[in-house]
């Protein structure tokens, strides 16, 4: 079974549209996130929650609202799409803590935007 | 300046070949170094992290931190064509019990049979 899923995995869509990306983990984890890779491959991380409250909320515009309904699940809302959305958008999840703590990432969700 | 600078490559070196991956930030702050790869149209995947200056091997890897210098390297001993992915450099500092981590660029590797 695939730890951290994320659904789509593929999305095409029309420049104004709204879209929502799921992600679920089955590691037992407490805290998610959100990462965006652009066309250069540069993955920069966008959102983390820790057991449903929002921690890590970098320089994201706010038409990106990332949802918890509960500690297994961060979904990722985004309103009023625009080109430069377009990106693979990873998901990822690891234990809180304050030493290191692994994070593994899911399989991505490519979004173009048209 | 980005806080991490990775040169994107891409390199392209002959199958058994020793390959030297870098990385230089600016952030005092980073406690931990990480090198994941990710080959195509997958998710990163952990390599090796570390936390102090020195060496860490792990098989035909061996991940080098110089916090002095505020570098680190990877080193690929017995490249195999397997080894063909992008390698991304990253490094964090904990945030209220989160790993915020910053990436490198990527260098894109391709080991020739």
């Known amino acids: 079974d695939t730890a951290v899923s994320q659904t789509p995995k593929y999305l095409v869509t029309q420049m104004g549209n709204d879209k929502s990306i799921k992600c679920e983990q089955n590691?037992?984890?407490?805290?998610m996130y959100w990462y965006k890779q652009d066309s250069k491959k540069f993955l920069k991380i966008m959102f983390s929650y820790n057991n449903k409250e929002l921690i890590i909320n970098e320089t994201v515009p706010n038409r990106f609202s990332p949802k918890s309904p509960d500690k297994a699940h961060l979904n990722l809302h985004i309103n009023s799409l625009e080109l430069g959305d377009s990106a693979v958008y990873f998901c990822?999840?690891?234990?809180?803590?304050?030493?290191?703590?692994?994070?593994?990432f899911g399989p991505g969700t490519r979004l173009t935007v048209l | 300046q980005k806080e991490v600078e990775q040169d994107p490559g891409p390199l392209s070196v002959p199958e058994g070949a020793i390959v030297s991956l870098n990385c230089t930030y600016s952030?005092?702050?980073?406690?931990?170094f990480m090198w994941y790869r990710q080959y195509s149209r997958k998710g990163p995947e952990l390599l090796m992290y570390t936390y102090s200056s020195g060496n860490k091997e792990d098989g035909r890897f061996t991940a080098q931190v110089d916090k002095s210098s505020k570098y680190i390297s990877l080193f690929i001993r017995d490249s195999q064509p397997s080894d063909s992915a992008t390698y991304l450099c990253?490094?964090?500092?904990?945030?209220?019990?989160?790993?915020?981590?910053?990436f490198g660029q990527g260098t894109r590797l391709t080991i020739n049979p």
């Open positions: 952030n005092s702050a980073f406690q931990y």
């Open positions: 990253a490094m964090s500092a904990v945030r209220q019990g989160a790993q915020k981590l910053v």
């Open positions: 590691l037992g984890h407490d805290t």
């Open positions: 990822a999840s690891s234990y809180k803590g304050r030493s290191y703590n692994e994070q593994f």
